[in-house]
């Protein structure tokens, strides 16, 4: 057989096998360990004395993938950055952000709901893991909105898709992922998040209230609190808005020239302000201790994808696959637009079946290429490309589009991780009531998506600044 067609076979022999059930991380690890072997066998004409000699050549091969890649500063990032959510939440930060927010938005209707997005928000720009942040909300938000007489379906919807938000909203560990499998600049990315973040938060915001005005009893507002109590409510939230703007300051120099430092300089210094402020507020060993657990938890679960994943990558490249599928996208006779929003649409479907992570791990190997060929090419201008922005800038637009579909895919059925944690960690809900909860917001998502689609800008505007 041809590497294509090999690549082709494993390829979906991978697939049958994450759906019927085996993690991400082990179906990929072992279809591409199977796709090497078979590509090194068949260079032999498939001899049968030479089949350990490709079985050898095919783990050596494999065994490079989890050093060479994974050593990789800038993953270095990912820890880093949930340490920082996990000690803002023992240190009582997030607490602390949802009373400012509730105290100041709670007002309009659907107040609790509204205030509980906004809060959202604010963590997940000093968490940047999803699953993190929708754990953190399910424990605070979602007893304060059953308390006044909210649908418990809803109120763990809001908070399950809410979550979603750290996937981009910097930092962003899905935009640091992305950087590295795409190699484009992970500060530019991660500045590139912010606006279309917001936005996603400001459209949820916008269903929240619209269904709260049109249903009886939906959402009713909170008030009472005097502009005395708003104020002081403030000063204890403030310590997350300046680990934010450290870290803008590092990725980012505001004033021009150069940057202070690295995006991963400026994530360990998040964390040791973080780590300040909770010994500060009398965070002690044990709550420390969970805060260090957790994150290592999460982070050996997000790193281990990646080498499995990676080892298919590189059986991909052995396979020709990348090529040769960036070679049948440009075939077409569709327009470049209608490819791309059918490569969404393939996102939101592969999303029903498989993790966010494991989803673009595996995907954008292949469909990347293919994307900035359909532009005409990584170093083609702005006045020549098919999206009408220059190589970089489409890689970035893309990186964007593909993390917001991943968004999209927490909070789908069958898989939707983001789900499954808020029934985890609220015994009253079952998960089929996490996945009604969330379906009004799959529209807010599909609107979000196509602005962005339609309107670039949007996600341009912040890094072309830069």
């Given at each position: 057989m041809e590497p294509i067609d090999i690549g082709l076979a494993v390829t979906g022999l991978m697939l049958v096998i994450v759906v019927l059930?085996?993690?991400?991380?082990?179906?990929?690890?072992?279809?591409?360990?199977?796709?090497?072997v078979w590509i090194f066998w068949s260079k032999k004409g498939y001899a049968g004395d030479e089949f350990l000699w490709a079985l050898t050549v095919a783990v050596k091969t494999a065994g490079q993938v989890p050093h060479s890649k994974i050593s990789s500063q800038a993953l270095s990032l990912i820890p880093t950055f949930i340490l920082i959510g996990y000690l803002a939440y023992y240190a009582g930060l997030t607490r602390a952000l949802f009373e400012a927010a509730k105290r100041w938005v709670a007002w309009v209707p659907g107040g609790l709901a509204v205030s509980t997005v906004f809060a959202t928000a604010g963590f997940a720009a000093v968490s940047g893991a999803s699953v993190a942040t929708a754990a953190v909300f399910a424990r605070i938000a979602i007893?304060?909105?059953?308390?006044?007489g909210y649908d418990k379906r809803f109120a763990a919807g809001v908070v399950a898709a809410a979550g979603t938000l750290a996937s981009l909203i910097p930092p962003s560990a899905l935009l640091v992922i992305y950087a590295i499998i795409v190699e484009q600049d992970v500060g530019k990315l991660l500045l590139a998040g912010f606006i279309p973040?917001?936005?996603?938060?400001?459209?949820?915001?916008?269903l929240i209230v619209g269904l709260a005005l049109t249903i009886k009893g939906f959402g009713p507002p909170v008030g009472g609190f005097t502009w005395r109590e708003r104020f002081s409510a403030l000063p204890p939230a403030l310590p997350i808005v300046f680990v934010v703007v450290t870290i803008i300051f590092f990725v980012y120099n505001p004033f021009g020239g150069d940057a202070w430092g690295t995006p991963t300089e400026g994530g360990a210094i998040g964390a040791f302000v973080v780590f300040l402020m909770a010994l500060w507020?009398?965070?002690?060993?044990?709550?420390l201790k969970d805060a260090l657990l957790e994150t290592a938890k999460l982070s050996v679960m997000i790193f281990t994808i990646i080498?499995?994943?990676?080892?298919?990558?590189?059986?991909?490249g052995f396979a020709d696959l990348p090529h040769a599928f960036a070679d049948w996208i440009t075939s077409l006779t569709l327009s470049p637009m209608l490819i791309l929003v059918c490569i969404l649409l393939a996102y939101a479907v592969l999303g029903m079946f498989m993790d966010a992570i494991g989803m673009l791990l595996l995907t954008l190997p292949v469909v990347y290429p293919a994307v900035m060929a359909l532009n005409g090419g990584v170093n083609v201008s702005a006045e020549e490309a098919a999206f009408g922005m220059s190589g970089p800038m489409c890689a970035i637009w893309f990186g964007i589009l593909v993390v917001k579909m991943a968004e999209f895919c927490l909070i789908t059925p069958p898989i939707g991780l983001n789900c499954f944690v808020v029934a985890g960690v609220r015994p009253d809900l079952s998960v089929q009531d996490v996945f009604r909860g969330v379906m009004p917001f799959f529209v807010a998502d599909a609107v979000t998506i196509?602005?962005?689609?339609?309107?670039p800008m949007i996600v341009l505007w912040l890094p072309g600044l830069a």
């Open positions: 059930g085996m993690r991400v991380a082990f179906a990929a690890a072992l279809a591409g360990l199977v796709g090497l007893p304060e909105m059953l308390k006044i973040g917001v936005f996603s938060a400001i459209v949820y915001v916008v507020r009398g965070m002690r060993w044990p709550e080498w499995g994943v990676l080892i298919y990558v590189r059986f991909l196509a602005l962005l689609v339609a309107f």
